[in-house]
């Protein structure tokens, strides 16, 4: 989008009793800090922006402090550009409200773009939006979603996740991240990195960075039946980790091994030996001292060509790249 587009695109954002405060406030205080950024510049605001609810009225958040919406009744305007559906819940068991998945139902084909954040993917789900998508959520939900959506694609590793028109994203400030991404699509790189800067966000982060540590996750996801190999894995990742070695430090043979590593995990052991590669490459090019050569060496890599071409397939970006966004150094000389 121009941002010099004289007519602002229209946001609607979803609130309703229970949800998550920062799930309604993080994206839209990133869409009202470009507007005025804009308009500091002798710019038309991109945005116009509504909070609404299904009676309209004040409306709790999980945390107590209630907010003013407008009745979805009276929102008329036809040219929705942007639907967003705040997340969270009281409880242990999201249960959309039915009025509100409905209304989604019915207008979510006439929006630009639909996203949700955190728990608002159940939202979604039940209004069949997600049906056949990839879609995220909080990593502490992503089961019970998958289990009861099974037509949805849960991917629970990454921040935020694009599929088409549908934008779901992960659990509090990752909303900020997909808005800010939004934002990026719309009006430009440059207006992005300043509305993060303005956010006092330390990074932009893309939407494939993982909700959280991959050793973490793999620890969490497994009740602690790999918790030592995982610890081991992270701290040799320039060696071989190859399923044999991996298979002998597990004290298991390499079929077993294999065979009990994805019944557990949910993925293969060389998928996750991947990941925790990934990670530790990140951790290092944001970090910002070492050449890339060194960086792909310490990741287990070997050679930095194959650092590129993994960055490259995960990421869509190279380790360059990745470095420019997202280091604390940024600014400073590429490393070589």
């Not at 946001?11 to 993080?26: K, P, Q, R």
């Not at 995982?230 to 430090?249: F, G, K, P």
């Not at 590129?308 to 997202?326: A, C, D, M, N």
Request: glycine fraction near 8%; charge should be neutral.
């Amino acid at each position: 989008m121009d941002p010099m587009a004289s007519s602002p695109r229209r946001v609607l954002i979803l609130a309703y009793d229970g949800m998550n405060l920062l799930d309604l406030s993080g994206p839209m205080q990133a869409l009202f800090t470009v507007n005025r950024l804009c308009e500091e510049r002798g710019l038309p605001p991109p945005y116009a922006i509504v909070v609404a609810s299904v009676d309209g009225g004040m409306v709790a958040s999980s945390a107590g402090l209630m907010v003013s919406s407008l009745a979805l009744s009276e929102y008329k305007d036809a040219a929705l550009d942007t639907l967003i559906v705040s997340g969270g819940c009281r409880g242990e068991i999201f249960i959309p409200c039915p009025r509100l998945a409905e209304w989604i139902r019915q207008h979510a084909p006439d929006a630009r773009r639909v996203c949700s954040v955190c728990t608002g993917a159940f939202l979604l789900a039940e209004a069949g939006v997600l049906a056949g998508r990839r879609a995220t959520t909080h990593w502490a939900w992503a089961e019970q979603l998958q289990r009861r959506f099974p037509e949805v694609r849960v991917d629970a590793a990454h921040l935020f996740i694009p599929d088409g028109k549908v934008w779901t994203s992960a659990g509090v400030t990752a909303g900020i991240d997909m808005t800010l991404a939004l934002i990026e699509e719309d009006c430009g790189h440059q207006l992005a990195l300043q509305t993060a800067r303005q956010l006092v966000m330390f990074i932009k982060r893309a939407g494939g960075q993982s909700q959280f540590s991959v050793p973490l996750a793999a620890q969490s996801k497994d009740g602690g039946n790999f918790a030592d190999l995982h610890a081991w894995v992270a701290a040799h990742l320039d060696e071989d980790l190859s399923v044999q070695r991996l298979a002998a430090q597990a004290g298991m043979s390499p079929r077993t091994f294999a065979r009990v590593y994805v019944a557990r995990m949910g993925r293969t052991p060389a998928k996750m030996v991947e990941a925790m590669r990934l990670e530790a490459a990140c951790r290092m090019l944001e970090d910002g001292k070492l050449p890339l050569k060194s960086v792909a060496a310490q990741a287990g890599w070997q050679e930095e060509q194959n650092l590129r071409r993994v960055f490259l397939r995960l990421l869509g970006i190279t380790p360059s790249q990745y470095r420019e966004r997202f280091s604390a150094k940024t600014g400073a000389p590429e490393a070589t």
